[in-house]
C-alpha cells in the first residue's frame, strides 16, 4: 500500500512538471530565436560568397534544431524578419524559405518544411536541398526533397484529393539575369517524405505536374489564390512583339488575366477571365439614376461587379472594345469610333462660306451685268 503511494505521488509530480516543460521549451525557441536573428543579420551583412556561405551554414544548424521541436510548427518567428514563414490555412503545415543572393546575382534557396501527419498526428520535417545549379531549368517529374528546384513560396492552399489533403503553393525563381519566374507546384507527403510535383494541371489537352511562368525581370506578374472565388488568377504573358515569342525573357503582362480552378481532380487553366476587386465588407450602396422623367432617384443595389456592356447594369450599355499595341492608328479611330454618331473627318465647307448665326452656306448674289 505504502509502495502505491509512493508510485502514485511520482507520477503527480511528473505531471506537476509538464507545465514547466513546455514553457522551458518555448523559452528554448525564444532563446533560439534570438540567435538565429543575430545569425541573420550577419548572413545579410556578409560581402562575399564565402562569407555568405559561413554565416548561412551557421543559420541552417541553428535552426535545424529549432524545426526538430514540435512547437516551432506554430511559433511565430517574428524576428526573423528576412525569412518567409508560410503557414497553411490548416494549421497542419509551415514552409521556412529564405534566399541568399550571390556576387554574380544568381540566388540559392533554403527551405524546411514542417507538417503534421493527418493520419497518426506525428510531426515531421524535412529540409528541401536546391540543386539547381545540376538540375533542369523547369523540371517536369515528381521530385524528392534532395532534388528540389529552388524558390521562394509564399502561398499555401490545401485541397483534399482522394481522401487526402495536398498542398499547392504559390512561387517565385530569380531564375536567370534577364528573366524572374512564378510558380505552381504541389507538396504532398508520403510517411516522413517530402514531395514535389503530381500531374493535376491542365492547361488545354496538356497536363502537367507543375507550372512555370518565366518572364522579363523588368516587370512582374500577378499570380495569387483568390480565396472567396477559389481560384489562381494570373496575368497572361505575352512577347513585347511576335519576334521575340520563343524568348521568354521579353514576356511581360498583356493586361489580360487567365485562372485555374480547381474541380476536385485537378488544376484546369480557363483563358481570358475577368480580374474583379475583393468583394467590399458592405452588402449595398446607394446610387443615383435617372428616371424616365430626367429626374434623379436614389436605388440601392447590391456591391458586386457591374458588366459595363449590360444595357441593365446601373450605368452601363457600354460596349468596350480592346485597342492593342499592334492596331494601326486607323484601326485604333475605327475601334474608338464604335457605336458614336458617323461624323465626316474632314468638312469640306468654306468657312468664309458658313452665316455666323446658323453655319449655313450663304447664298452668293450674283451682279447682274449691265448690258449695252
Not at 43 to 52: E, H, P
Not at 132 to 149: C, H, K, N, R, V
Not at 342 to 348: F, H, I, T
Request: glycine share 4%; hydrophobic share 35%.
Amino acid at each position: 500500500m505504502y509502495e502505491r503511494f509512493e508510485n502514485m505521488k511520482y507520477i503527480i509530480a511528473l505531471i506537476s512538471l509538464i507545465p514547466l516543460f513546455i514553457s522551458a521549451q518555448g523559452g528554448s525557441i525564444a532563446a533560439f530565436e534570438v540567435e538565429l536573428s543575430s545569425i541573420l543579420e550577419n548572413l545579410r551583412a556578409a560581402k562575399t560568397n564565402s562569407d555568405k556561405e559561413l554565416q548561412n551554414n551557421k543559420f541552417r544548424a541553428k535552426l535545424e534544431k529549432v524545426v526538430s521541436i514540435e512547437e516551432s510548427l506554430s511559433y511565430p518567428f517574428s524576428k526573423l524578419s528576412s525569412v518567409g514563414v508560410i503557414d497553411s490555412p490548416d494549421k497542419k503545415m509551415r514552409i521556412i524559405n529564405w534566399n541568399v543572393e550571390q556576387e554574380d546575382y544568381s540566388h540559392k534557396y533554403y527551405c524546411y518544411v514542417l507538417w503534421r501527419d493527418e493520419k497518426s498526428n506525428d510531426y515531421h520535417f524535412q529540409e528541401l536541398k536546391d540543386i539547381s545549379f545540376g538540375l533542369t531549368m523547369q523540371p517536369s517529374e515528381t521530385i524528392a526533397a534532395d532534388q528540389w528546384y529552388g524558390a521562394l513560396y509564399y502561398k499555401i492552399i490545401p485541397q483534399n484529393r482522394r481522401n487526402k489533403t495536398i498542398y499547392t503553393v504559390l512561387g517565385w525563381d530569380h531564375f536567370t539575369e534577364m528573366s524572374t519566374a512564378k510558380l505552381i507546384d504541389v507538396i504532398y507527403f508520403v510517411g516522413d517524405n517530402v514531395k514535389l510535383g503530381m500531374p493535376i494541371f491542365k492547361s488545354g489537352s496538356v497536363i502537367k505536374r507543375r507550372m512555370f511562368f518565366e518572364h522579363s525581370e523588368k516587370t512582374s506578374m500577378y499570380l495569387n489564390y483568390e480565396t472567396d472565388r477559389e481560384r489562381i488568377m494570373m496575368d497572361h504573358l505575352s512577347p513585347e512583339s511576335p519576334s521575340m515569342a520563343n524568348f521568354r525573357e521579353f514576356y511581360v503582362p498583356d493586361l489580360s488575366y487567365d485562372a485555374m480552378e480547381f474541380d476536385g481532380k485537378r488544376w484546369n487553366l480557363i483563358e481570358d477571365v475577368i480580374g474583379v476587386n475583393p468583394s467590399d465588407e458592405r452588402e449595398k450602396q446607394i446610387v443615383y439614376t435617372k428616371n424616365e422623367n430626367g429626374e434623379l432617384e436614389a436605388k440601392e443595389i447590391k456591391i458586386e461587379w457591374q458588366d459595363p456592356s449590360n444595357p441593365n447594369a446601373p450605368a452601363g450599355g457600354n460596349v468596350h472594345t480592346a485597342v492593342t499595341p499592334d492596331d494601326t492608328l486607323d484601326d485604333k479611330q475605327d475601334i474608338l469610333d464604335q457605336g458614336l454618331p458617323k461624323v465626316s473627318k474632314k468638312d469640306k465647307r468654306d468657312p468664309s462660306q458658313l452665316s455666323i448665326m446658323k453655319g449655313v452656306k450663304r447664298n452668293k448674289r450674283k451682279k447682274r451685268r449691265k448690258r449695252n
